[in-house]
C-alpha cells in the first residue's frame, strides 16, 4: 500500500488532544495495492471456481464484488429462497448451476472454494463440511454462533489442509492496515484504552427488514434453512430478521461488536481471547418478541489494555473507534473522518507548573523555577503534527477481503483472517452476550475452552 499526500496543510492554533504548542494537519490518501491486477491475466488453468451458499443481505454483495475479480469464476450457487435463486442468476448473468443443497456443490469436483454467507446457525456445519470435502471457505462473521463451535473448526482446518477466511473484512482494509502499523511503531505511545461506539435509529437498522411479498412454504425450505436449530413452524419474520433472535443470531455483539473486535484484534496484534468482559444494556424499543437488547456497552479485560464497545439501536450516531496510548490518540471514522483515521498526537508533559493548593510564596518561587526550565524560548516551539489518513472515495475493504481470500486458495497463502483469529473474535463476541445474560463478569477459562461467570 503506497500513501499520497495531498496539497491541503493547515495549522490550527488548539486543536482537541494537544495541550499548548501549535498543532499543524497533514492529510495523507492512502492508495491501495491495485486489487487483482496480476502482471499478466491468469491462464484460464489458473482460474478459480467458486460456489456460494446463500444470497442473502451479504451474499447479495460479496457475489458482485467476486464475479468482478480477475480470475475468478462462479459457476454455482446454493439457496433455499427461490427469489434468491433468481438474484444469484441475475447477479452471474451467465447459465450457473442452481440448488438447494449445498452437498451438490461439495461434490463438485471442479470447484475450488465456497463462499457462505449463510446466518450464523449454519456456519459451523458448513465449514466442517466444506473443508471435509476438500473445499477451502470463506465465511462470514462471526464465525461461530456458539462457544463451542470455534475449536472443531480449527482442528477440521488443520487436519485437511483448508484455507478458512472469516468474513469480518477489517484485515484486508488498507485503514487497518496503515493504522496497525503506525501503531506498532508507537506513534501514540502505549495504547492503554479503545473506544468503539456506534448507533443506529431506524427499524432497519434495528433489524426490521421489509419481509418480501412472495415469502411462503412454497417458496422457502423452511426445514433446512432452520437446520439444526429448535423445530419451529415457519415464521417470516424469523426467516427475514433472524438476528434477533438467539436460535440463529447474536444480536448486537454478532452482528456489530464483532466488526469492532475483529478491527481491535488486528490492530492491537490480538493473538487470544479477552481474560474477562462485563456487560450492561436493555431493551427499550423494539418490542417485537426478540430476544437481544437493543442498547448494549460491554468493557473487555486484555492483559495489555482495556476495551469498551457501546452501540445503541436508538438513536443516530456516526461510528468511531478511538485507540488511546500516553503519545496521543488514533481516532478511525466520525463526523470529521468517515472514511479515514486521524492520529493526535499528545507529548504526555506537562505544560504548566503542577502545584495545586501551595501557599502563594512557595507556589510563585516554584512556578518561576518551572517556568525558566521548561519555557521554550521565542522562536523555538515547534508544531505538533495531526495527521489524517483517508480511503480514496471508491475504496471498498470487502473486495480486498475477497481478493485475499482467492490469493490464499491459489497459492496456499494462510488466510488473512484465519480460524484462529475468528474464533478469538468469536469468542469476545460471545462473552458479550453470557455477561449480559448471566449478569456476570464473562471469564474465558483458557484450559477448559469454556466460559465461566465471575
Ligand atoms: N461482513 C459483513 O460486513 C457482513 C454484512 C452483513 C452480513 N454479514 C454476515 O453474513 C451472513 C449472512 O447474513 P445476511 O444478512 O446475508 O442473511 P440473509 O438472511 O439476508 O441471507 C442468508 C441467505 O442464506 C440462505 N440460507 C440459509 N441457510 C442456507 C443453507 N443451509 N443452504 C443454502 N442457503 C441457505 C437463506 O435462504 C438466505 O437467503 C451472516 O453471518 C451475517 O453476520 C456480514
Same mark, same amino acid.
Given at each position: 500500500m503506497g500513501?499520497?499526500?495531498i496539497t491541503r496543510r493547515s495549522f490550527m492554533g488548539k486543536?482537541?488532544?494537544v495541550t499548548g504548542g501549535m498543532m499543524a494537519a497533514r492529510s495523507i490518501m492512502l492508495e491501495a495495492t491495485p486489487i487483482g491486477l496480476p502482471a499478466h491475466p491468469p491462464a484460464p488453468s489458473d482460474t478459480i471456481r467458486f460456489g456460494i451458499i446463500g444470497?442473502?443481505?451479504r451474499g447479495g454483495g460479496l457475489l458482485p464484488a467476486a464475479i468482478? @475479480?480477475?480470475g475468478v469464476e462462479c459457476v454455482a450457487a446454493c439457496e433455499l429462497y427461490t427469489s434468491r435463486q433468481e438474484l444469484a442468476k441475475q447477479i452471474v448473468g451467465k447459465p450457473i448451476q442452481i440448488t438447494e443443497r449445498y452437498q451438490d456443490l461439495l461434490d463438485r469436483k471442479d470447484i475450488d472454494c465456497i463462499l457462505a454467507p449463510v446466518p450464523d446457525h449454519w456456519h459451523e456445519r458448513i465449514v466442517l463440511d466444506c473443508c471435509k470435502a476438500g473445499k477451502d471457505v470463506y465465511v462470514e462473521k462471526p464465525m461461530t454462533h456458539e462457544v463451542q463451535q470455534g475449536f472443531p473448526i480449527i482442528d477440521a482446518a488443520k487436519k485437511y489442509n483448508r484455507i478458512v477466511q472469516v468474513g469480518s473484512q477489517e484485515p484486508s482494509s488498507m485503514l487497518y492496515t496503515k493504522a496497525r502499523e503506525l501503531m506498532q511503531q508507537g506513534v501514540i505511545g502505549d495504547v492503554c484504552l479503545v473506544e468503539s461506539t456506534m448507533g443506529r435509529n431506524s427499524p432497519c437498522g434495528a433489524w426490521r427488514y421489509a419481509i418480501p411479498p412472495n @415469502?411462503?412454504?412454497q417458496t422457502l425450505n423452511w426445514t433446512t434453512w432452520l437446520g439444526s436449530a429448535p423445530k419451529r413452524p415457519f415464521s417470516k419474520e424469523r426467516f427475514t430478521r433472524w438476528r434477533c433472535w438467539e436460535d440463529y443470531?447474536?444480536?448486537i455483539s454478532g452482528d456489530l461488536f464483532i466488526h469492532s473486535l475483529t478491527g481491535i484484534h488486528y490492530a492491537m496484534d490480538v493473538q487470544a481471547p479477552p481474560?474477562?468482559?462485563?456487560?450492561?444494556?436493555? @431493551?427499550?424499543?423494539?418490542?417485537?418478541g426478540r430476544d437481544f437488547p437493543d442498547v448494549m456497552t460491554t468493557v473487555y479485560d486484555y492483559p495489555n489494555f482495556r476495551a469498551m464497545l457501546r452501540v445503541t439501536l436508538n438513536t443516530s450516531e456516526s461510528e468511531v473507534y478511538r485507540f488511546m496510548g500516553t503519545h496521543g490518540i488514533l481516532e478511525m471514522g466520525g463526523i470529521e473522518n468517515p472514511r479515514g483515521f486521524t492520529i493526535m498526537p499528545q507529548d504526555g508533559k506537562n505544560h504548566n507548573p503542577c502545584a495545586p493548593a501551595w501557599p502563594s510564596e512557595m507556589e510563585a518561587a516554584y512556578s518561576k523555577k518551572w517556568h525558566a526550565e521548561h519555557d521554550t524560548p521565542p522562536g523555538e516551539a515547534k508544531a505538533i503534527e495531526s495527521v489524517s489518513y483517508y480511503a480514496p472515495p471508491d475504496y471498498d475493504s470487502t473486495s480486498e477481503h475477497l481478493w485475499n481470500f482467492f490469493q490464499s486458495v491459489r497459492t496456499r497463502r494462510p488466510s488473512i483472517e484465519g480460524p484462529e483469529f475468528g474464533n478469538n473474535a468469536a469468542i469476545a463476541c460471545h462473552m458479550a452476550n453470557y455477561a449480559?445474560?448471566?449478569n456476570a463478569i464473562a471469564v474465558w477459562d483458557h484450559e477448559a475452552r469454556k466460559l465461566t461467570s465471575a
Open positions: 500513501q499520497k499526500r486543536a482537541a488532544g444470497v442473502g443481505m468482478k @475479480l480477475p @415469502l411462503s412454504p443470531g447474536e444480536g481474560k474477562r468482559a462485563a456487560t450492561m444494556g436493555g @431493551l427499550f424499543r423494539w418490542h417485537d449480559y445474560f448471566h
